[in-house]
């Protein structure tokens, strides 16, 4: 009998005679079924290959135990470093006035002469107070919508008080706005120039595929004005300045070729392949434009074959992969909340709604949006940073959304990769903790 602790892990049978380790840190071995059942009643050989990679990878311990739980500590706390920059990405809704109407939006935009729709500046002002109360050193303001360019001296009013207050308290702030870019400036892009404002905006693809969707409200396409303003941009910014994505709908699924094409032609240095998000239009319109979870993975899986090709002859990677084997290969935290736990709604992004409304996460925004408002964590205008930041609702959310204590994740072999997305729970379940096998979410990120 061989004297080692056996460490926390969870495993799988992968093939015949092969099993899958992943330890608490995320460090992941293959070995055969006869070793794993020789380790597991502790009878390997200590001079055995299997015994060395076991031990150097943290799934057990001789009479280093404290070293070794210590270096697993290490490895689980760089794992978990993104709840040390508690809140850096704050999104403000600046409108919800929007001179599209895309079929597949998720906001369920406002006619852009609507103004009851607009943050006013007295707003915006308390949401920069409150962002620059979060203990990030490097906070990130988004500027969404609709089409935050119409409520455009909102944004310069909100880029100048926070570079004021930046100053004042040693802080790097950046910023971004996402935005259609069909209305955007001269003038516009100058200031953008000069606060170095990146831009965020959405290219579905080639003219036919684009124009499915993204429409103005007469229901003409929009990739000819889209494309005059996003070389304007990339000319004005530079490329690096100016990023695209892309949305999967039923109109794009047998397309997504081509698509990568598009951007391919346009050099935009890779893309994320999205899939369609059942909130605003698009829930209205699942029936058309929805799509089974498995397809969209069949078809996610054919593309990423063709990029991979790509990949022989140009850079060009696909970020949602590159997301996933950066959470498998590397010991670091990602900024994709959506593979976070405990969830990173409301500890790494925050929504502002043109009305004060603080919200954990833009899909908790859409939702309220669609007349549930189950996730607000309050208001800019009567509670303070510690009410909402600090408050029951963000607590209970949080103590719920950790899949080291939810069944069955916890024993889960892929559940130091994954996350937890709360709000979609709570949308197609009516409660924030649900069974995940066989959900969109785990056929998703599971058989990726």
């Not at 001079?47 to 270096?71: G, Q």
């Not at 429409?215 to 000819?224: C, I, Q, V």
């Not at 204590?405 to 996350?419: D, E, I, L, R, S």
Request: net charge negative; aromatic share 12%; with cysteine.
């Amino acid at each position: 009998m061989i004297h080692y602790t056996i460490l926390p892990f969870q495993f799988k049978k992968i093939s015949e005679n092969n099993i899958l380790m992943v330890n608490e840190c995320g460090d992941f071995i293959f070995i055969s079924e006869e070793a794993f059942h020789s380790f597991a009643r502790h009878e390997i050989s200590e001079y055995s290959e299997e015994f060395y990679k076991l031990k150097s990878h943290l799934f057990c311990a001789e009479k280093d135990f404290d070293i070794s739980l210590r270096k697993t500590a290490a490895r689980y706390r760089t794992r978990k470093s993104f709840l040390r920059e508690f809140t850096s990405l704050h999104m403000m809704v600046v409108t919800l006035r929007c001179n599209q109407r895309c079929e597949y939006c998720q906001v369920s935009c406002a006619d852009k002469d609507v103004h009851d729709y607009d943050m006013s500046k007295d707003t915006a002002m308390k949401v920069i107070d409150m962002i620059f109360q979060s203990p990030t050193k490097r906070p990130k303001i988004e500027f969404q919508g609709g089409e935050p360019l119409l409520n455009w001296d909102v944004v310069v009013a909100s880029v100048l008080y926070a570079e004021e207050l930046a100053r004042q308290q040693n802080r790097q702030v950046t910023f971004v706005i996402c935005t259609n870019l069909t209305t955007i400036t001269h003038e516009q892009l100058e200031f953008c120039k000069e606060h170095n404002i990146a831009l965020s905006t959405s290219l579905d693809g080639g003219r036919d595929i684009h124009d499915a969707c993204r429409k103005d409200k007469s229901g003409r396409g929009t990739y000819d004005a889209f494309m005059k303003k996003f070389d304007l941009a990339r000319e004005m910014l530079g490329q690096d300045m100016v990023g695209a994505l892309m949305t999967t709908t039923a109109d794009s699924l047998n397309h997504l070729k081509e698509i990568v094409d598009e951007y391919v032609r346009l050099d935009l240095g890779g893309i994320f392949i999205r899939s369609l998000n059942p909130y605003g239009f698009a829930a209205q319109q699942a029936a058309r434009l929805g799509y089974d979870m498995k397809t969209f993975v069949e078809k996610y899986l054919d593309v990423l074959k063709y990029i991979m090709e790509l990949n022989r002859k140009v850079f060009f990677p696909e970020q949602f992969a590159t997301l996933l084997f950066a959470r498998i290969l590397s010991p670091f935290a990602t900024g994709f909340v959506d593979l976070q736990s405990p969830s990173g709604a409301g500890i790494s992004g925050a929504v502002y709604d043109f009305d004060g409304s603080v919200f954990p996460a833009d899909e908790a925004r859409m939702l309220a949006r669609m007349g549930n408002r189950y996730f607000c964590l309050g208001n800019v205008k009567t509670d303070t940073y510690q009410q909402i930041f600090a408050g029951k609702k963000l607590k209970e959310t949080t103590s719920g959304a950790c899949l080291e204590t939810t069944f069955p994740c916890a024993f889960c072999v892929y559940q130091a990769y994954c996350g937890t997305d709360p709000v979609r729970n709570y949308l197609e379940t009516e409660s924030e903790v649900r069974n995940m096998v066989d959900s969109p979410f785990c056929i998703r990120f599971r058989t990726h």
